[in-house]
């Protein structure tokens, strides 16, 4: 009984406690734009968003954007926040976040594991999955629970991802659609990104895919 107890202690400790809901640019996180139409969607490569430049005059957490998405500027993809993208990569790993319990996600375009380590070369892009008791509209709802199902009871065993992130044994390549959503809270003052991503990948992007409006497995 002892072990046991001590098993249990040791897996709260491991996936930590979490809270709901978040904080920084929230509304924005948890909608997407009215009448949205789902089944239009723009697919880019991982590079396509790495390469997306800031948005002209972008401030750490600024105010003006906690509740309202970033206006349309110039850029040559032609997106802008708010648009349903689809992009394809290696799943790398995903984690719980201690915050406010979103599934982070990081794709990269190499084939990493557990076994393959990341390199300084590797592209990164983080898409985030929150809880579906997060979002208002039921649609959402369903979607973010359709993805959070499928990554516990085919990629985590059917637990909650750790907050350090599981790293995939094997090469898994997915393709996600999800809104384009910009992260600001993590842009640092002279206007670079702040270096993100676990367990020794970092996204140099703060562009993000967030909501997931859907994950499936593909063929690379």
């Known amino acids: 009984m002892r072990w046991f107890l001590l098993s249990l202690l040791g897996a709260a400790?491991?996936?930590?406690?979490?809270?709901s809901p978040g904080k920084e640019r929230w509304p924005i996180k948890t909608s997407v734009v009215p009448d949205a139409d789902y089944s239009k969607t723009k697919?880019?490569?991982l590079a396509d968003m790495v390469s997306l430049g800031n948005p002209p005059g972008a401030r750490n957490n600024d105010p003006k954007y906690q509740s309202a998405r970033i206006p349309q500027f110039a850029n040559g993809l032609g997106v802008k926040e708010g648009d349903f993208l689809t992009v394809r990569g290696y799943l790398y790993l995903v984690a719980t976040e201690d915050n406010d319990c979103e599934y982070h996600i990081q794709l990269t375009d190499q084939p990493r594991t557990t076994t393959d380590k990341p390199a300084a070369g590797d592209?990164?892009?983080?898409?985030?999955?929150?809880?579906?008791?997060?979002?208002?509209d039921p649609e959402l709802q369903k979607r973010a629970q359709?993805?959070?199902?499928?990554?516990?009871?085919?990629?985590?065993?059917?637990?909650?991802?750790?907050?350090a992130g599981n790293i995939m044994r094997h090469a898994v390549f997915v393709q996600v659609t999800g809104q384009l959503f910009y992260d600001d809270a993590h842009l640092k003052s002279d206007g670079t990104p702040e270096p993100r991503g676990k367990r020794d990948m970092k996204s140099n992007t703060l562009w993000e895919l967030h909501p997931v409006l859907d994950l499936q497995f593909a063929t690379p």
């Not at 400790?13 to 809270?19: M, P």
């Not at 592209?123 to 208002?136: G, K, N, T, W």
């Open 146 to 163: 359709a993805v959070r199902d499928l990554i516990k009871t085919k990629l985590t065993a059917n637990t909650e991802p750790v907050s």
């Open 123 to 136: 592209l990164c892009v983080i898409v985030e999955v929150a809880r579906p008791d997060s979002f208002q």
């Open 43 to 45: 697919t880019v490569t």
């Open 13 to 19: 400790l491991l996936h930590g406690a979490c809270q």
